[in-house]
Structures are given as structure tokens and as C-alpha cells.
């Protein structure tokens, strides 16, 4: 478990770099734009190289922490056991979802790869099927990040508020 959670957060710390690259690539672009000499292919860069990054990559490091956005309209109504029952099925389902999708995007992925596909901006060749790999990497990590809260479950640990694995006492 330590590994993925390794794993997670050098995903995460991916999409810090990503985050903090794509500022610096704003800024310069439009710092180079008011004296007529912008970058070109800023817009392609940044929706097809940054976004995914920092979509996709940070998902299992949340996931994993626990820290995903819950609504819980009947939570205060469950005993502990319902919400951990709960826990354990929203988990399975949306680990179970989410690696479909990291399967079909892998499938998307593998088909840009094998026509290599890019895009022109003005007159720059810029290779975008190296990007649509990011969605099905972070996407199953996240689906593996799920089936860990699973596995954590089923051995009877929970997340303390530091996010450390504790023994459930009840």
C-alpha cells in the first residue's frame, strides 16, 4: 500500500510541475505576445499536454487520501458499519468504472500512437498522440487508488484526519 500511495504522490507532484510549466508558459507566451513575437502552439500546449497532466495524474493521490468531494444526504443517519459498507460499494463501483474507462482511452491512446497523430499550428508539427496517454495512466491509477480503499477496508483499516492507516476500533 505504501508503494502506490508512492506512487500516487509522485503523480501528484506531476501535476504540480505540470501546473507551475504551463504558468510559466502563459506568462512568457503572453509577455512575448505584446512585443510581436508570441510562442506558437501555446493553446494547443497547454489544452493538449498540461490539462490532461493536471486532470488526470493528481485523481489517485486524492482518491487515495480520501479527500474526493462526498455529499452525504443520509450519512448522518448510518451507523459506522453502514458507512463503511457504503464506502466499500461506491468503491467498488467506481474503481470498477473508472478502469473502463482507463481501458477505453488506452484504446484511444494506442490507436493516435499508431497513426501518430499531430497537429499544426501555424507552422509548427506538434505530436499530440504522446498526451492521450495521460488520461489512461491516471485513470487506472485512480482505479487502482479505489480498489486500495477496498482492500483497506476488507483488512479493517480507516484513514485517520493525517491520513495515516489506523485500526478500526468499532
Known amino acids: 500500500m505504501r508503494i502506490l500511495a508512492r506512487l500516487f504522490a509522485a503523480a501528484s507532484v506531476l501535476g504540480a510541475a505540470a501546473l507551475m510549466l504551463m504558468a510559466i508558459h502563459i506568462v512568457v507566451d503572453t509577455v512575448l505576445r505584446t512585443v510581436g513575437n508570441p510562442v506558437y502552439g501555446t493553446v494547443e500546449i497547454v489544452a493538449g499536454y498540461y490539462m490532461p497532466v493536471l486532470a488526470f495524474l493528481p485523481l489517485a493521490w486524492v482518491i ?31 474503481g470498477g468504472l473508472i478502469a473502463l474507462l482507463a481501458y477505453a482511452t488506452w484504446q484511444e491512446a ?10 499544426i499550428s501555424v507552422d509548427l508539427k506538434l505530436p499530440i498522440w504522446i498526451a492521450h ?21 476488507g483488512r479493517g483499516l480507516v484513514r485517520d484526519q493525517t491520513g495515516k492507516e489506523t485500526p478500526n476500533e468499532h
Open 64 to 94: 487515495n487520501r480520501e479527500r474526493m468531494i462526498v455529499i452525504e444526504v443520509f450519512g448522518g443517519l448510518y451507523s459506522e458499519r453502514m458507512m463503511r459498507l457504503n464506502t466499500l460499494v461506491v468503491s467498488l463501483i467506481s
Open 110 to 119: 494506442m490507436g493516435k500512437m499508431a497513426t501518430r497523430a499531430f497537429i
Open 133 to 153: 496517454f495521460f488520461p489512461p495512466v491516471g485513470l487506472a491509477m485512480a482505479a487502482l487508488a479505489y480498489f486500495a480503499i477496498v482492500v483497506r477496508l
